[in-house]
């Protein structure tokens, strides 16, 4: 591919690549920058249980939408535009979020949300790895897919965090939040301007490369899509359900205390994403499913018992999130092994579609069933068994077709 011409303007290849892993860092904690503050949104707006699965559903409808077109985009747009898309709208839908106190501006403001992480999500690791070996072509490109695929799950985390911190210390916790986004968002878009593209942008004829060619034959194996969606659908009840929980059964209301967790569960999967790193693709993808049985076990129990356990609760999500973060390493290191490198971008997106989608189905049919009158106890044993079933399948489909000591990760 012929390099596009880096002006006098550019940002060094080296400060550019960790001006995009801020730009990833910022998109990815939006996603879930809302969820410790759901039960705020219900008091404040009336909203049941189902309407809040509505919020999800369309944030995950973005985000799919996104991932979709976003292989064409790309090509049309190169890797800079579709960052600075990606998180221009980041910006947007945080500042409708922040101004707009009706649910309309929730659904909206989450739908945009949605559509900038598929955008980033598709492309950031992509640009991360080129920046790395444009800064230095005899590098090893591992540093940059790691440093890529940590902030891809542990973003996740950080929007929380924030989000409960500020939710318990500082006032409008629904405002304040948002436009905290947009400010660092708006240091990251005059970043973006400046960092170097690395693909050569073809705003005629998209369909020429490998990319987006409709002649690929690359298809995402169903265990792969399954492995990815059951592994993210255990961090979705602890996304969509840590809060309910900690209120209603465990009696910790405090807002900083569930952004805590869902920071912990995030961190627990790049920790197991870092530590696992020596070992090759199958051996990951074994510990993560071991992992994730286990938490979702212990899960159960600690929110079932007759005096409901916080300490269990929170080893749960550590185990659960570990376990997440290490099937979704060992499933991409299966499957990226077995396509051709035109098809990896593709691939990619499908896997990351089958994540979001994994993130925001248990917390709908979660909310269905809290409608129709199941409490939040019985609702986590229900999806519980269902994931733990999905994880074991598909754990199982993948494995007996790769050899234990087959596929490096690192």
Known sequence: ????????????????????????????????????????????????????????????????????????????LGRRGLMISATATMIVSAGLLAVW???????????????AVGLAAATAI?????????????????RARIIGTSINVGGLGVGPLVAG????????????????IVALGAIA????????????????????????????????????????????AANGLFAGLSGLLLTSTLHHPAHALAGAILFLVFSAGVVSQLATNRLAAPRVLEFGTASILVGLVVLVVSVRLATPNLALFLLSGALIGAGAGAIYKGTTGIVLESVAPSDRLRTTSALLIALFLGLSVPVIGAGVALNVGAS???????????????????????????????????
Do not use: C
Request: aromatic share 8%; proline share 8%; charged share 10%.
């Open 101 to 115: 106190k009706d649910l309309p501006g929730l659904l909206i403001g989450r739908f945009l949300t949605g559509v």
């Open 1 to 76: 591919m012929t390099q596009p011409h880096v002006t006098d303007r550019s940002l060094d290849p080296n400060v550019g690549f960790w001006m995009v892993a801020y730009a990833f860092l910022l998109v990815m904690a939006s996603a879930t920058l809302p969820s410790p503050l759901y039960g705020l949104y219900r008091e404040r707006d009336n909203l049941s249980a189902f309407t809040i699965t509505l919020v999800y559903a369309i944030f995950a409808g973005g985000t799919i939408a996104a991932l979709t077109v976003a292989p064409r985009f790309s090509v049309r």
């Open 126 to 142: 992509t640009y991360l790895v080129e920046l790395r070996l444009r800064a230095d072509p005899d590098a090893s490109v591992s």
């Open 165 to 180: 911190a500020l939710a318990q210390w500082v006032g409008a916790p629904l405002t304040v939040p948002y436009l905290l």
């Open 376 to 410: 939040a106890p019985d609702a986590v044993f229900g999806f519980a068994i269902l994931v733990a079933v999905g994880v074991a399948v598909a754990g199982w489909a993948l494995l007996v077709r790769h050899p234990k000591n087959s596929t490096q990760t690192g």
């Open 189 to 232: 878009l005059l970043g973006l301007a400046l960092t170097p593209e690395t693909s050569t942008p073809s705003p005629t004829q998209p369909s020429d490369t490998a990319e987006t060619s409709p002649r690929s034959s690359a298809r995402l194996p169903v265990a792969a899509a399954a492995a990815a969606l059951s592994a993210f």
